[in-house]
Structures are given as structure tokens and as C-alpha cells.
């Protein structure tokens, strides 16, 4: 019996060693079938591996939009902008002063590039002709492609549209900015605070004129400083305070332009007494936004009116060079001669981009193009673009950007770039900044503040044809008129004679249009 136990148990752990050696083989023939070149006969060949795909080509775009610094900013960010997107970039950067001629001529010799940034509202005015003629994309029904382009706001976005159809992406802007930036060192010195009223306001104006608020013993300072742009100049703030309606206004049941109320005239009114009392710049109708900056930077004049608060910081970075001591701060509640305080806003972008027709050749094109400014609306790219390079160009601290104390290097190298980005921090992710200078910190505290106040422009979201073909031409008719006013060149009866000839060649019209469309 046992011997017979230990034959059966000695066959048994032959069969299992058997088996074990032939799972070995089993395993290493696996291998080696895992590595045989296909190509070749015999199981000692190795396999190849599937070729790389070919790198995607960079999508080349041709960008043109205004330039608000003195220099064409070099490549530096452009080059790392082109990693990011994969994208071989041409700007075409122009004068911010001239841009609105160079955009029209490109325009009508058809040389527009793919990529089309206007300047302003105004100038998505003179276009919106030429969108209706189908010379400019429909981008709308591309946007649900793209997810960080379908976070742009579209409340914002329905402000853009034309006949209902969306053909532009837009730059954000904070609804109210506006307000005042003064010399607060000079107010000290004389005893002011910052103006509570108009009163006030042109009593701050004469003292910065009279009071010798530099201790020179000279009378060589100003009290406004203001330039030749009525929307984003002092006009249409100080106008505001009036409570002059914001473009348009309710007036008897009906729209009307903010030119027929009589808070209009009296904001004139203010500006003449202003210039007749030598209290502001002479020549402020030509007087451009470099030259407006210029003499207030350079410590001659004591308020700076106008369409953007921000502004405090270039003008202190500035102003500090020429006038070490000198003190900024910023101001915006201005109550009217009804006690009341009113702002005005603009419709929450400054600027948009239209893609032409003539330079984009088809859908598969746009597309590539918007895919760019898919990428440019990511955290990434738009740091990039904003702030500049980290570690170069900024910091982040507490979780906001911190501008590196060499300013000039930011405006040669960034701005041209930051003034381009699509979107606002909510959409595209970008940093907010985090503020040291007191003034700054008191002028975004005040733009928030602006908005409870706000009036917005009923016309906004509205269209009306004859506006569109005419309305730039129209307007001019009313500037030159309000210019002519303030220098005392016309009257209230030819102000009144030159509104009768806007309504007579096209404006009656565009009252009408813009009725029927507001009782829709």
C-alpha cells in the first residue's frame, strides 16, 4: 500500500512540475508574440509601433485693432500666445487716434483683415450697413461649438445683434467706470473735498485755476482738462449728472435723443461757462486723448473727466515722474441740480470683432478662427494677453495679479495685447487685480457704486435702418453743434436750428424706427 500511495504521489508532482514548465513557456512565447515584427517569418521578430500623427498645422490669422500706446509692442507675447494656440499670428496694430480713417479706407478698398477689432461703439455703428449687406459672418450658431465662447454673457451679446442675428464677440467692459480723477494734494491744499454737486465741481475747477494750487507763484494751471471726444470725454459724464438721458430718453410717451431735453442745454451751458472762464483747456474740440494726458500728467491741470476711473493708474505713474509728491484720488457722485445722482452706462462692452467675409474664405475657416478665440478665453491665454508673462510682467498674490513695478515695460510689452482680450474675468477666468494704490482701490470701489445709479440706454438692444446708414453722418451734425455752442459760435436758437436739420435730413425717421421698435 505504500508503496503504491507513493507512486501515485510521485506522479502527481511530476504532472504538476509538467504542467508549471509548460505555463512558463506558455507566458514567454506571449512575450515574445508581443514584440514579433509582423513583417518578417519566425516567432524571434518585433513589432512596430503606429507612426506619429503629423503635428497640426498653426492656423494663420491677420488681426487689426487700435493701438492706445506710442509704440507697436514687440513679439514677446505674441510668440507665447502662438504655443498656446498653435496659431502664427499678424497684427496689424494703428493709431487709436486715427484707427476709426484707417478702418474706414480698409473697408471700402475690401483689405480688411480675417480678424476686424472696431474702436468703439460708434464704429460698430458706421458697420452695421455693411453686416446687414451679408458682409460679415454670422458667427451665432457657431457659438454652442465653442464652450468657452458660449460663456460670453448673453445679455451682452444680444446688445450686439443685428436684425436679431449675432455677428460679433466682445471686449467686456464694467457697465459704469466713469467718473472723475483729481489732484487731491492740490484739493488739500486749498481746503476742498471732492465735489458733492456741480457747484462744487466748477468751484474745484476755478480754485485749480486761480488759487496757484502748484506754489509756484505762477498762474499756468488748469482746472478741466478735456479732449475732443464728447462719449468718453467730460461731456457725457458731466451731462449725465444733469440727468440728460443716455443716448436716448422717454419724453412725452416717446424715445427721443438726448440732445431734445433740456438737460442737455444746460449741460452746454455749464461746459461754456467752464471755457468762457478760462477754467478749462481753450482748445479741448482739438485737442486729442495723448495731448489731454500729456498736460494733466504733466502737472498742469487738476481734473480729468471722462469715460474710464481706471485710467488713475497710468495717469499717477505718470504724473509721479514730473511731480513726485502729487496725489490722485477718484471721484463719481455728483449729485444734479436736483439733488440727484444719475450715471450713465454703456451697454457692457467697449469694443467688439467682426470677421469679414472678403478674408475669410468659408465656414471651415471661421471656425478655425473661432477656436482661437475659444483658446484666448481660457484662464491661460488670457492671463497671457492681460496681465503679461508671470514672473515677468506680474505676480499673483492672494490670488489676484500684481503688476511688477517696472510700468513701462508692461505698457510697451502688454498693453497693445490687453486691450484685445475677449470677455471679463467672469467668462474668461482671467485674474482680477489686486490694487495697491489708494486711489485705483477707491475708483473700483466707485464703479460698482456707479451702477446703482445707472441709466441705461433704452436704443441699446433696438435697431433702426435709417440710424444705421445715417446715424454716424447725423451725429456729426449735433457734435459740431454742441462744439459751436460750448465756444459760443451758435446760440440756443441755432442749436436748436441745427437739431431741426438732423431731424430734417434722416432723423425724424430714426425716431420713428426706433418707436415702433421699442413698442414691439
Not at 512575450?31 to 515584427?37: H, I, L, Q, R, S
Not at 431734445?260 to 477754467?279: C, G, H, T, V
Not at 446703482?452 to 453743434?481: C, H, M, N, R, W
Request: charged share 25%; glycine share 8%; proline share 6%.
Amino acid at each position: 500500500m505504500k508503496k503504491k500511495s507513493f507512486t501515485l504521489l510521485l506522479s502527481a508532482l511530476l504532472t504538476f512540475s509538467m504542467l508549471t514548465a509548460c505555463s512558463g513557456n506558455n507566458n514567454n512565447n506571449k512575450e515574445a508574440a508581443a514584440t514579433k515584427d509582423p513583417g518578417t517569418s519566425g516567432g524571434t521578430n518585433t513589432a512596430t509601433t503606429e507612426p506619429a500623427p503629423e503635428p497640426e498645422k498653426p492656423t494663420e490669422i491677420k488681426i487689426m485693432l487700435p493701438l492706445n500706446t506710442t509704440e507697436t509692442p514687440p513679439d514677446t507675447i505674441k510668440a507665447e500666445v502662438e504655443k498656446l494656440t498653435n496659431t502664427k499670428l499678424t497684427y496689424q496694430f494703428f493709431p487709436a487716434d486715427t484707427y476709426e480713417e484707417k478702418l474706414n479706407s480698409s473697408f471700402a478698398t475690401g483689405s480688411l483683415p480675417q480678424v476686424t477689432y472696431l474702436k468703439n461703439q460708434t464704429t460698430f455703428l458706421q458697420m452695421k450697413e455693411a453686416i446687414k449687406d451679408g458682409q460679415f459672418w454670422e458667427i451665432g450658431p457657431y457659438l454652442t461649438e465653442f464652450p468657452n465662447l458660449n460663456k460670453l454673457k448673453p445679455e451682452i451679446l444680444n446688445n450686439t445683434k443685428v436684425d436679431g442675428k449675432l455677428y460679433t464677440v466682445y471686449i467686456g467692459r464694467p457697465l459704469a467706470r466713469q467718473g472723475i480723477i483729481y489732484r487731491k494734494d492740490w484739493a488739500d491744499k486749498l481746503g476742498l473735498k471732492a465735489p458733492a454737486n456741480l457747484d462744487e465741481l466748477f468751484a474745484m475747477a476755478k480754485a485749480f485755476t486761480e488759487q496757484d494750487p502748484d506754489g509756484n507763484g505762477k498762474k499756468d494751471t488748469t482746472g478741466i482738462v478735456d479732449r475732443n471726444e464728447l462719449v468718453y470725454g467730460a461731456f457725457k459724464t458731466v451731462s449725465s449728472w444733469f440727468g440728460t438721458p443716455n443716448n436716448w430718453g422717454e419724453k412725452d410717451g416717446q424715445l427721443a435723443p438726448e440732445f431734445m431735453f433740456p438737460q442737455y442745454i444746460d449741460a452746454m451751458d455749464y461746459f461754456k461757462k467752464l471755457r468762457d472762464s478760462e477754467y478749462m483747456n481753450q482748445d479741448f474740440a482739438a485737442t486729442s486723448k495723448t495731448d489731454a494726458v500729456n498736460m494733466f500728467t504733466s502737472g498742469k491741470a487738476g481734473l480729468y473727466i471722462g469715460g474710464s476711473m481706471p485710467d488713475i493708474d497710468n495717469l499717477n505713474k505718470d504724473l509721479i515722474k514730473n511731480v513726485p509728491d502729487a496725489v490722485l484720488d477718484a471721484h463719481s457722485m455728483v449729485a444734479g441740480p436736483d439733488g440727484k445722482i444719475t450715471q450713465w452706462m454703456i451697454p457692457g462692452y467697449n469694443n467688439v470683432v467682426l470677421f469679414p467675409k472678403g478674408a475669410v474664405k468659408d465656414e471651415a475657416e471661421l471656425k478655425k478662427i473661432l477656436a482661437f478665440f475659444d483658446k484666448m478665453m481660457t484662464p491661460e491665454v488670457a492671463n497671457l494677453m492681460y496681465w503679461g508673462i508671470e514672473g515677468t510682467h506680474y505676480t499673483v498674490e492672494d490670488g489676484k495679479a500684481k503688476p511688477a513695478d517696472d510700468k513701462e515695460l508692461i505698457e510697451r510689452e502688454v498693453k497693445g495685447y490687453k486691450d484685445s482680450v475677449i470677455g471679463e474675468y467672469e467668462t474668461n477666468g482671467m485674474y482680477q487685480p489686486l490694487n495697491v494704490l489708494p486711489g485705483r482701490i477707491h475708483a473700483d470701489e466707485l464703479a460698482l457704486e456707479n451702477v446703482k445709479f445707472g441709466v441705461a440706454d433704452p436704443t441699446a438692444a433696438l435697431d433702426s435702418a435709417t440710424y444705421t446708414s445715417k446715424g454716424v453722418e447725423l451725429q456729426q451734425i449735433i457734435t459740431d453743434a454742441t462744439y459751436n455752442y460750448i465756444y459760443g459760435q451758435l446760440d440756443k436758437a441755432g442749436f436748436e436750428k441745427e437739431v431741426e436739420s438732423w431731424k430734417s435730413r434722416g432723423g425724424a425717421a430714426i425716431i420713428e424706427e426706433y418707436n415702433a421698435a421699442y413698442k414691439k
